[in-house]
């Protein structure tokens, strides 16, 4: 059974930082996605396990930053420069490995429980 384990979400104020953490029980592609109330869950960010392909949503690109750490089988999101907007319930996601980086949430069998973040102002 995959098992994703989020952790590091909180209150931080605009402009500040905040780093997520997501523990697989395998190797997968991961991604994260995020999802405000009233809103569709949306792509932010995602890694390739076996290679260094990112990819990341615009409305992040310059501010987030995902990496990974393959003997903790861990993926990080990095959070700078947060904005308001940035509000939401983080998802990490998982996808067997392969050449394709996905952005859709569909093409993600696998998530985590989520996580609160909240920006203030």
């Known amino acids: 059974q995959v098992q994703l384990i989020e952790s590091g979400g909180g209150l931080v104020q605009a402009g500040g930082s905040l780093k997520l953490s997501c523990v697989a029980s395998g190797v997968f592609n991961m991604a994260w996605f995020r999802q405000a109330p009233g809103l569709e869950r949306e792509f932010v960010a995602a890694i390739r396990w076996s290679a260094a392909n990112t990819n990341y949503g615009d409305t992040v690109k310059g501010r987030f930053t995902i990496s990974k750490d393959i003997a903790k089988n861990t993926v990080y999101l990095q959070m700078s420069s947060l904005e308001t907007a940035d509000t939401a319930v983080y998802y990490c996601?998982?996808?067997?490995?392969?050449?394709?980086?996905?952005?859709?949430?569909?093409?993600?069998?696998?998530w985590g429980q989520g996580t609160q973040v909240t920006v203030s102002s």
């Open positions: 996601a998982a996808q067997d490995a392969s050449p394709l980086l996905s952005t859709e949430w569909r093409d993600y069998p696998y």
